[in-house]
Every structure is written in C-alpha cells, then in structure tokens.
C-alpha cells in the first residue's frame, strides 16, 4: 500500500474532501441548489467545449478498438448535455433530505431523543465508460451535502476532466466550498487500488458499472461499499397467470431496453400452461429478435432455439438473449431464482392470490413484483425524482437509491441536566 | 485464502447459515418468541453446567496471567446469568420489526410500491471475552430472523461452547431452524481470516471489543462491516453553563461507569469560566479517585496534576484518567473534538441557546447531546428495548443499534399488468 505511487495525491484529495465535506454538511438547501443550477448553466452554454474534448476520447476509443456498445456509452452530443442539464435542475427542485428529524421521542427521564439526517461524508465514486455519471453523480452528492471524489474509466477521461472543470468551478462560483467536486486524474488503475482502501477519507464506496468492476470492488475494498447493479432478473408465469397480461409483461421485461439491469434474463413457465404459452410468447420475442434458449421442455414447443445451459441460467445476458426453462410449480420457480440470480428484481404473474403473498413473501430480492414488468425497478419509476443507482446489497440500502440513501443520521439529545443512575 | 485450513468448515458452515436464514426469515414471530423464551428457560435450568465450564476457562485464564479486568469480563456468576436470561424474555416481549410495511404508495400508472423489512440474512459476530455476548448477540439475531455464526475470544470458549449448545438446542426444539446459531470452535486467529472475507455467505460483520479487534476486522474485511464502539467522548462546558449542573455531567460522563464506550475521556472548558470551574470540578473528581491530566492552564489553576500529552488527547482510557484542555471559545472545542474524537458522544453543557443549537448542528457524531451526559448512549436508554451495539460509522446505522438495524428492506410491487412505456 504505502509502496502505490498514488497513495500521496490520493490522500492529498481525500484530506481535501473531508474538509469540504464538513463545510458542506452546513451549507442552506438555498446555496447548494444554486450551486446545481449554476452547474446546469455552466454545462449548457460550455457544451461545445464538452463535445470536443468527448471526440477526443472517441477517436482514442476507435483506435483502442472499442465495441459499439462502449463507443455509444462514452459518447455525449447536444441531447445528452441536455439531459444532464436538465437532470441538475429536476435535483435543484427536490427536497433536501439533510437536516430532516425523522423522529423525537421524550424519554421518562425528560431527554429528548432526536434522529436526524445529515450527510455521509465524502463519497467515492467507481465508474466505467459513461461519462453523464460524473454529472448525476457530482449532482446527487452535493444536493445531499456531500463531497465527492470520482474516478471515472480511461476511455473518457477526456470529457471527465472538462466536465469536472466547469462544474466544480460553478458550484465554487455558487458558494460550494473548494474539493467539493473532485476527479482523480490519473487513469493508470493502481490508483483505484488505493481509493479502495482510504477508510481514513471515504464514508463510501458506490462502483457503478459492469459485474467485473463491481466484484472487484467488493472483494478489495475496506471503505464501506455499496453494491450496485448487477440483475439476473427473472419472470415467473405461473399456472393460474392471465396469459395475455404474462405475453405483455414477458416482452416488456426482456424486449423494452435489454441492456440495463432490471431487465429479465430468464423466463419461467408453470408446465400446466407452458403449452399454451411459450409458442405464443416465442412467436412474438422472435419477432422482438430475442434469441431464446431453452430447456429439453421448451425446446419441444418452441422448435429452433437453442439449448440453455447452467451458464446460460447465470448470466446478466444484458442483450437479446432469453434462458426459459419450464418449472413444476411456484417453489421451483424460487429455487431457480435464489439459486441463479441476483436479488436484483424478480417478478411473478399470477391471478392467484395465495401464490401472490407467498412470491412476494419469499423471494429475497430488492424489488419483487406480482403483475408488472421489472424494467420498474429504478429510482424514477418508484417516484424518487433521483437515483444514485440500485443497490443489491441489504446494508445501508436495497433497491434504488434517491437521495435519502445518500444521508446517513445522528442522534442529537435535548437535556436539562440528567446524569445517569 | 485457499490454503487457509479452516476454509473447508467455515464455508460449510456458513452455507448451513444460509440455508436457516431462508427459513428464519418466514418464521412468524411466535415461533420465534418461544424460541427465546426456550433459550431462557434452558440457560436457567443449565445454570451449574455453564458455570462449571466457566471455571474451567477463569482457571486457564488465570494460568495464562490475564488481568482482574479480563477475568471479571470473563467471568459468569448466577447473576450475570439471570441477566442474560432476563435479557432473552425482554427480547420475547419486544415487537418484531420483520415485516413491518415502513411505507407504502401509488404510482401514477397504478402500481403500488411498498417497502418492508426483512432479515439481513446471515450475521458474523466477532467479540472477546464477555460470555454474554453469545446469548445477547444470538436472541437478537433470532428475534430479527437472522441467522448468526459466532467467533468468541479463545479465553470463554468453553463458556461459548455449553451455551450455543444449551441455546442452539432449545430454540431447535421450539421449532427453529437447525444451524441457526453456529459457533466457531477453534480459536486459531487464522480462522477470523477466513470469516472476513465471506462475502458468499455473510450478509454483514459486526465486531465488538477492543480497538485493536475492530480496526482489524475493518481494515481487512471485504464483509460488509457495522463498526462499534470505540468512544472517545468529550464533555465541552460552555461560558455560559450552569456550573453546578456541569459538575454533575462532567463527574458521571467520567466516573459512573469509566470502562465503556459512552464515558468521557477528555472534558473541554472555556477559558472564561476555567478558573471559577476546574478547581471545584477537580475536587470533586479527584474524590472519585480520576487521575486528571491537564494542558498548561489547567496545571495552573488545579496544582499538582500531570501534564496532557497528545496522546492522552487521542486516547480511549476506559479508566479512571480524565483529560483537560482549556479552550478559547466553542470553535476551539469543536475543532479538538473533530480532530481527536472518534464520532461516539459528545456534550456541551451550556446555557446559551445559539451555542446549543450550533454545537448539535455542527458536531459530527453519533451522538451529541446538550445538557446531559455522555453515558447515555445506549440503546436501553434511548429506549429501544434491546442493543446489538453502538455503530460509530456512517452506512446502515449509526449510533445505538436495535433491532430494525438488524434488518434490511424490499421493494415489494403490487401491479394489474403494468408495462414500462
């Protein structure tokens, strides 16, 4: 550790931080959302500057050879610094969790007991090649008072150093304390190495991106971390489902944006309706360009596709691909899907009541749904106004996390002199 | 990791928690009332058995040269059984936060979207020599549906043995799940390693003991961890205190309990008043037997006391040894708590309602209190009814915990056919 190269500058930053964290705990909700307004303005009249400096890293990207799909991740144009922009602004109008008394209680001997929200601290903040999360995530954490410190991927370090730029000096401008915002620049991967284990400095660690990143985190880290994202998401059609709700939900879950987390990687079909439902629902995912893999079962019914194997069943397709394997009942169903998923978002479609509680009873999941699509699974969709990702972890937070999940508490006590006896 | 010898047990183990936890965590809460309330009656009756076993680890303690304050944390008498046993039927009597539906709405495409507490799963417990720690830390987990392995200090192993099998018995009869509460046999250090990094099967790792221990479990845990307990608490008393009622907290922070986490160990005084304060609160400890250790001005003005270094400041003396700092204003004192406290309890006695809200505001603790002393940080009285431990970090939980901290949420979604558009 003391060996890493990093570890000097790396401090150096976390010592910043935490003095800007403390600053920031105190700021008014009034300096902070001008701060984020003046981010979004910054960022908007600057975007010609962002672009350039994103084409940078493409054309670096191209020549490294990139997929299509990170070349798409790593790009911004005009409709993205929009979205970003106007993500700032939707945060400047959402209440600010810090300083809420979640409760206050007077105790027999007349102490008054209060919880309150405050900020975490300082967050670290791990990320791939998306270079809008160093925005939403700047966002989130200063609306919450909290500092910062990111490290986002090579391939875009690029715009990540013009957009940390411009919104760090705006939020200063705004009155946000110095290192409220800050990038490690260095993309050599020896300084990750470091962050992982700046307990002194992180209250928090948030990866965000592909099942790799994340593992490594988790395994290597000593800074508290928040797992995040990774869903091999599962829909159960039971025997008793409205089949023409299951077609609806099933092509939703897998076909509506095959590439985030919450969509369905695995189908499972009670026998005594698999018959009538999988050539029907295979007809129309084919026609969606899914291609389907299934077990001896299906693959009678459904002739042409291929094999699904144990892999198969494990694996966060995050693509058109379809693992379906035909169950004997609900509690196969949940063996399947504790054994291979990830406790991500599970759903089942049923009109029967007692399999409905008992689903939502006993699947181990951070969203578990009875009747609808588990692409719902985020932030938005709950009604949060803000998400910093979703966490398959149960400490701290499960599920999307908006803003409250960025605040830890204290207790704060009103005496007039007790002692204890 | 792979060559450590005590990989193969721990990780059948902890599979064997993993598959009780699934069936604790559907148990209905009378189930597992009776459980406990099995535990109590079977500790009871098997008083003589545990206190023999006891004897044989006091004697063996004794050999090894342990100090009176370890034998005493080692040692169980009748009472301290009983307390164990009255601990076990207050935890029967509580409400089970499992299940609990902490908020449920509408979306407006009609989805109802709730949030419920549920287990965390699996929890490792790491602790020392306080036999009771074993049945306090089992009951609470049973109560919360968590199933529990835990790794007691080498000292009490015969002590931990008998009870996790008086207790491990009884709550099976009453109709838990086998391996509900495991124990870890051998007291090879090596086997902690292994039990760090068992992120398949742990859900969370809750140290208690010494700061050596925590710090361990902390820097090389790759388990998420819940850090406890170390405090080092100050007592600030304002210009403007009610000198009298700042004697009283001043002497119980310090003396009414000197060897736990929430006593004081440095007292802060404003320059104003140090001079009407010190020597008649010095008096008054000094009669309680506190060696006092003073900065430059307090030496002054309470002769015959010895000098503060800087690490009498940093220190957690768990003593009877108190720490004194005259300061120039509240600023000061803050700073000094910031720079040295470790986040527990902090107090400001003060009349001056500014200050008291500024101090509650701008404090970073677990828990900061006006006008009340440091001692009551602790989740009996704050009233919780039951305490696992008193987290001194930011994620999941800070300060006292009790039971809703041993639980984690879901997202449960009710929907008639909801698709993401």
Redesign the interface.
Known sequence: MDENKYTEELYRKGALAKIAA?KL??LSSQVKDSALLAMAEQLESQAEKIIAANQLDLASGQQKGLSKTLLDRLMLNENRIVEMVSGLRTLASLTDPVGEVISM?T?PNG?Q?GKVR?P??VVGMIYEARPNVTVDAAGLCLKTGNAIILRGGSEAINSNKIITDIISSAAVEAGAPENSIQLIETTDREAVNVML?M?KYL??LIPRGGAGLIQTV?????V???ETGVGNCHVYVDESA?LE?AK??VV??KC?RPGVCNAAETLLVHRAIAEDFLPAVGELLVKEEVELRGCQETMALIPGIKSASVEDYATEFLDLIFAIKIVSDMEEAIDHI?YYGTGHSEAIVTENYTRAQEF???V??????????T???DGF???FGAEIGIST????A???MGLPELT??????????????
Chains 1, 2 share one sequence.
Do not use: C
């Open positions: 403390r705990g105190n209680w105790r102490l007991v405050v975490l601290g284990k307990n209250d928090v988790v395994e290597n880290a000593t508290p971390v928040i409205n709700m609806k939900i939703n879950a509506q504790h939502l009873r006993l181990d999941a951070a969203a578990v749904y009875v009747n609808a699509s692409r719902f699974t969709q709950f009604g972890q149960k400490l701290h499960r599920g999307p830890s508490t204290k207790f704060i006590i009103f005496g007039n002199g007790q002692i204890r006896i």
